[in-house]
């Protein structure tokens, strides 16, 4: 805890509940199909260097980065010989060293894919290989235009390749209102799978659903599944939940958050009425004003738009932000809690007593996602595991 003390605030993280959270998921995918743990962004905020080795222990045995960074971060956390598979971005000069620790990457145009084939050629390895297909997301991915030369440079260059997955990314599931384009996507990969197995080119595995795929469109979960915001207690929205809610007749939430995000009490002062307090003229005390300074702001990851709008809990009651968030301090509102003291703890988000700021209401009063929201929080904060 003495790193968290020299910060003003600090994460933690639940393993117990990230524990909870991966059997779940296990519940909604077949025993054959392999669940993939995505760790981009920092695993969502909560940091990679923690999360990777708390899901090991948890049984995850493969990992999902988007680049070359996080690549280096997952190998420095890993304590065992988990699998790693790059979706995103990878320059060049770093495919040397990809091929070298033998991860598994995307292949989304042929440019990269002869890359690769140079790269393995030179070095004497196997390049792993997914080959991402365009559905419809119309982001990365080769299309139907490329598929004879990517036949043929497979075909030509199977001793230099390893076909570990042919995949794509269904382009927004958790939304009913993308229905039919998601359904379009699912046509169109069966073909590539057709298209595929007529030329004799078999993969590894196949590979579509991310969090909201895996609720959704069980069809989809195929041999392998991409996690990420399940993972760490969190729907993709709440459009998800309740849609699983009501298939499973339940009322009960299955997921609890494994993140809190924690500061303390910097100093308490009293404000007289017809006094502005912080910046500008945004709140003005209309009455005898009790006032706490939390040393967290915009700078940590405390977006400016929760001014006047934000909620933390102190003594175990929920109370309001006031005036304008700054770079690195805000004010809350103390003036119903008694004894509040210096160094008392404050909640941003998790739960204390038994109320609980959850990130969903977080995000939905600074207009931010969960994902967004999760992935701003500053990487140099602590992450303890409790």
């Given amino acids: 805890m003495l790193e968290a003390r020299t910060t003003s605030s600090f994460i933690e993280l639940d393993e117990r509940q990230l524990h909870e959270n991966v059997d779940f998921i296990r519940t909604l995918i077949p025993e054959s199909t392999a669940l993939s743990a995505v760790i981009k962004g920092n695993a969502y905020g909560h940091g990679i260097a923690q999360m990777v080795p708390m899901a090991e222990r948890a049984g995850i ?19 065992r010989d988990s699998q790693l598979m790059i979706m995103g971005y990878i320059d060049k000069v770093n495919l040397d060293w990809v091929l070298e620790q033998s991860y598994e990457f995307f292949i989304y145009d042929l440019l990269q894919l002869k890359n690769a084939i140079d790269c393995a050629k030179k070095l004497g390895i196997k390049a792993k290989l997914h080959i991402e297909v365009e559905t419809g997301m119309n982001r990365t991915g080769i299309d139907e235009k490329q598929l004879v030369g990517l036949t043929n440079l497979l075909k030509s260059e199977a001793e230099h390749l390893q076909l570990c997955g042919l995949c794509t990314h269904l382009a927004g599931a958790e939304s009913i209102a993308n229905y039919y384009r998601i359904k379009k996507q699912k046509i169109r990969f069966s073909r590539y799978l057709k298209y595929f197995k007529n030329q004799g080119i078999q993969f590894e595995r196949r590979h579509v659903a991310c969090s909201a795929g895996v609720i959704r469109f069980p069809e989809c979960h195929y041999d392998l599944v991409r996690v990420g915001i399940l993972l760490y207690g969190f729907w993709p929205n709440q459009e998800t939940l309740i849609e699983f809610l009501g298939r499973r007749n339940e009322k009960d939430d299955p997921l609890t958050s494994v993140l809190s995000w924690k500061s303390n ?82 909640v941003l988000i998790g739960f204390q007593g038994k109320n609980r700021i959850t990130v969903a209401s977080f995000g939905e009063m600074s207009s931010q996602l969960n994902y967004e929201l999760l992935a701003r929080l500053p990487q140099n904060l602590p992450r303890i595991i409790t």
């Fill in 265 to 346: 009490v910097m100093t308490v002062k009293e404000v007289e009425r017809g006094e502005y307090i912080g910046y500008g003229t945004s709140f003005l005390a209309n009455k005898a004003t009790r006032i706490a300074i939390v040393p967290v702001g915009y700078a940590y990851g405390y977006t400016r738009s929760l001014s006047n709008q934000g909620r933390v809990l102190i003594h175990g009651q929920r109370v309001g932000v006031i005036g304008t968030v700054n770079m690195n301090m805000m004010a809350i509102d103390i003036t119903e809690i008694e004894n509040v003291q210096v160094g008392d703890e404050v």
């Fill in 61 to 79: 045995e493969h990992f999902s980065v988007y680049g070359v960074e996080e690549a280096k971060r997952f190998q420095e956390a890993s304590s």
